[in-house]
């Protein structure tokens, strides 16, 4: 009796060895050899909430995740649109001019990460392709703001954005931190600004947060595009809206607008008209553009009949007869990400 009670378990401990052993290596998932040379997939995108102060790393395959999840996602370009609210003029405080006048003496530069103190260059500003708006109050210039930049270490620096959303503001990536990397301690947005005439048409300052490309460096490498999440979702009733186009029509005619440091000081907003010679994946080339400091974050858009769209941000200093490079495109996985999440398109 014994030597059967015997063989029955051996051939249960033996069965049940071999069934729990098979199952181990599927449950436990052994590494196989060669994963620690396998690469974590790159984050293209990252999302920065700012009362929690923390960074959320989005990778393509996340993206890609979501769009499987809105199969029914009907994919169109974020139309252009007017204020619901009628825009009207507001004065600048005193408290206001100065900070903004200090501001337009400095600037943080795209491929440097320096801030540097620069003159007025307004002699030579007029031989530039460049056409004066002598009154932003007006359709879509006031959806163009002047971006009022303050620093952790105190300094104060100034650039160009737009909106795009709701409570969404495009610019550039070098914006929104200084050169070692810390986030900007406030970004307020003065809309249909005239520095001239001391007014605006609208006025937002909480930013609750940021949307950014991870990879980017002061040094110039990464893609210099970031969109600032406004804690206000009804900045877009008192601004109107660009359009956002990741497409680029056949000989197309595009244009910018911002306020340029070397044009009355960056004091007014001007425009500037001409055609795409080139453009790649993430290049945009045009040899008649102009773009100064303080100007970078300015819509690269083209107009149709219902507004504009904008294409790209301006974001690498040019002048005509020099370097054609002059801003960076919407990539396709960033627009999809931005309309998975609401902030820029609804979709079925």
């Known amino acids: 009796m014994m030597k059967k009670r015997f063989f029955f378990s051996a051939v249960i401990f033996a069965v049940s060895f071999l069934w729990l052993g098979s199952g181990a290596v599927t449950v436990l998932g052994e590494a196989p050899k060669n994963r620690k040379n396998q690469k974590k997939p790159e984050a293209i995108l990252a999302y920065y909430d700012v009362e929690k ?45 100065e900070k903004l006048k200090e501001a337009d003496m400095n600037t943080l530069l795209h491929g440097t990460g320096e801030i540097q103190t620069v003159p007025s260059f307004n002699a030579i500003a007029a031989i530039y392709n460049r056409t004066l708006i002598p009154n932003p109050n007006a359709y879509p210039y006031y959806s163009v703001a002047k971006l009022y930049l303050f620093a952790r270490d105190g300094s104060r620096h100034s650039g160009t954005g737009f909106a795009v959303g709701s409570n969404l503001c495009a610019t550039s990536r070098h914006f929104i931190t200084d050169k070692n990397g810390n986030f900007m301690k406030s970004i307020t947005a003065y809309f249909g600004y005239d520095g001239a005439a001391n007014s605006y048409t609208y006025k937002t300052s909480k930013a609750a947060g940021y949307i950014y490309d991870p990879r980017y460096k002061h040094d110039g490498n990464g893609t210099d595009i970031a969109f600032i999440i406004w804690a206000n979702t009804a900045t877009i009733s008192h601004t109107g809206n660009f359009g956002i186009s990741k497409e680029i029509p056949v000989s197309p005619l595009i244009g910018t607008m911002g ?90």
């Not at 395959?61 to 609210?85: C, G, M, T, V």
């Not at 300015?298 to 301006?314: D, N, R, T």
Request: net charge neutral; hydrophobic share 30%; glycine share 6%.
């Open 53 to 97: 102060g923390t960074e959320t790393l989005i990778t393509k395959e996340d993206i890609q995740q979501q769009e499987k999840q809105h199969r029914n996602f009907l994919e169109s370009n974020l139309e252009p649109d007017y204020p619901a609210l009628k825009p009207s003029l507001k004065q600048l405080t005193e408290s206001e001019k």
């Open 259 to 348: 306020y340029p440091k070397d044009f009355y000081s960056e004091l007014k907003m001007t425009e500037s008209y001409d055609s795409i010679f080139n453009h790649s994946v993430r290049h945009l080339y045009s040899a008649n553009i102009s773009e100064a400091r303080m100007q970078s974050g300015a819509p690269v858009f083209v107009m149709k009949s219902e507004g504009p769209y904008a294409i790209g941000i301006l974001t690498d200093r040019n002048y005509p007869g020099t370097k054609p490079l002059m801003g960076r495109r919407f990539d396709a996985l960033i627009i999809k990400w931005l309309c998975f999440n609401g902030y820029i398109q609804k979709f079925s």
